[in-house]
DNA sequence: GAGTCAGTTAACAATTAGATAATAATGCAA
DNA sequence: TTGCATTATTATCTAATTGTTAACTGACTC
């Protein structure tokens, strides 16, 4: 028999919410993932700038939170890099900051954080400006439903419609139309589609992918997943 | 199946960033070499001046470090060499000077070093600055859109469009073409263009880069490709 | 006019994804 | 709990695309 707790902040795909946090104090890292975890969030941890753009790259994170002080790269600067890259582009950031540090505040927010967090660290707070942060967001955008051309996909339903058609797809499926559907034009790798899909753990062989694309194509029945051969995956109507 | 590892430094296509050093000390050498393989960097070495510069045209690497003090061409003589060359306009160069040695310093700056490192080397500096110079390069420049007179490179869409028009080229034909386009009016070396989109361990014949200019010419239907006989080609509208 | 170098073309090889079926895992309902 | 139905993954084969080579041609140089 399988006790399941029943875990408040988890997304989409029913997988609880992962947060990234990098700071070099030991200490700190330990305070914030006990009081995290208790709020049902996977924490990963890294005690520096490089250590954290690494483990960012392999989780795809929903959260980053990142110390301002740290060796091998301070907070700001993993934040302008992870910023580059078209995948870190919407996830959250929080920056942890010396109360004092004015100067380091607004640069954080105008390196494309989302909030900041003043040092020494309440749990209390810690806790309300995450949930806040993903309430702002979850509440904009997940379970949101797009529409591009006369495709509706229905996150919350688990459904999609072609011309008011509606079609019922198994959740991988889902999840990959969805995810390509998020930035339409956009060119996924093999890759990126196995992380935000498939989870970064998981390992599954190469036609794994092409066997999902396939039934998508045929269930909707119109082709608005186009192949880019060696590259990956887009959808295009 | 495939697993494949998430390296930190590596460039658009996956690659990881190369990194030729020039020492004539082998403790050095080793030293640097480890660090910086660490960090996830793919890293040639060189003995002598001489040798940096014939390695340095074999692999078109990211960035060269060079000693100051070497037999066969010193670390200055060899910046200069290279930075004659306008494939080499834009590599970025590391001086490694004595502390003391400021006259070198400012040689090296002037003639066109972009950083310079202090002996005795502190693996820490020199990881923070190698990563802090390929970070100001690359922030600024990764999988940006490039626009150039009617013609769009797009590589997140992995698409080319001339007029608007969408074209769609190969992988290795649109690598070449954002390579070319990447500085429009420079001349690539084959050599060059060989590296940079082949890899410098992959070995292909002398048509092979004709073949795919040709494709690319034909599918875009405009000439915006010059050939430079004798030398290489360029972007060119 | 020999030699070099790139353009052209077609043929071949290698890579990559599509199709299909079989198997495994999971969920659900009786 | 059991059995059925759905879903996910893998294996294998096939088709298509992409990449490379070879052989020939033409232009230009010395």
Tied chains: 1, 2.
Excluded at 38 to 61: F, M, W
Excluded at 151 to 168: H, M, Q, R, T, Y
Aim: some cysteine; aromatic content about 6%; proline content about 3%.
């Amino acid at each position: 028999m399988k006790l399941t707790l029943c875990k408040q902040n988890v997304n989409m795909e029913g997988k609880a919410k992962q947060i990234l946090i990098a700071d070099d104090e030991p200490d700190i890292l330990e305070i914030i993932r006990y009081n995290l975890e208790k709020e049902g969030y996977e924490v990963h941890t890294a005690k520096d700038g490089n250590e954290a753009i690494e483990k960012a790259k392999q989780l795809y994170p929903d959260l980053i939170i990142l110390d301002i002080m740290m060796p091998r790269k301070n907070g700001v600067e993993v934040c302008q890099i992870l910023r580059t890259q078209p995948s870190f582009q919407d996830t959250l950031i929080i920056f942890l900051t010396a109360m004092s540090d004015e100067s380091s505040q607004i640069k954080g927010l105008e390196t494309g954080a989302d909030d900041y967090i003043s040092k020494p660290i309440s749990p209390k707070v810690l806790v309300s400006r995450v949930n806040a942060l993903f309430r702002r967001v979850t509440s904009k955008e997940a379970g949101k439903t797009l529409q591009i051309g006369n495709i509706a996909i229905d996150p919350v339903k688990f459904l999609v419609s072609v011309d008011g058609n509606e079609v019922i797809l198994a959740k991988k499926e889902f999840e990959l139309i969805y995810l390509l559907a998020s930035k339409p034009g956009r060119v996924f790798l093999r890759n990126e589609i196995l992380t935000q899909v498939w989870g970064n753990e998981v390992i599954v062989g190469d036609r794994t992918i092409d066997v999902h694309v396939r039934k998508v194509r045929q269930k909707l029945g119109i082709d608005c997943i186009t192949t880019v051969k060696g590259v990956g995956y887009k959808f295009e109507i």
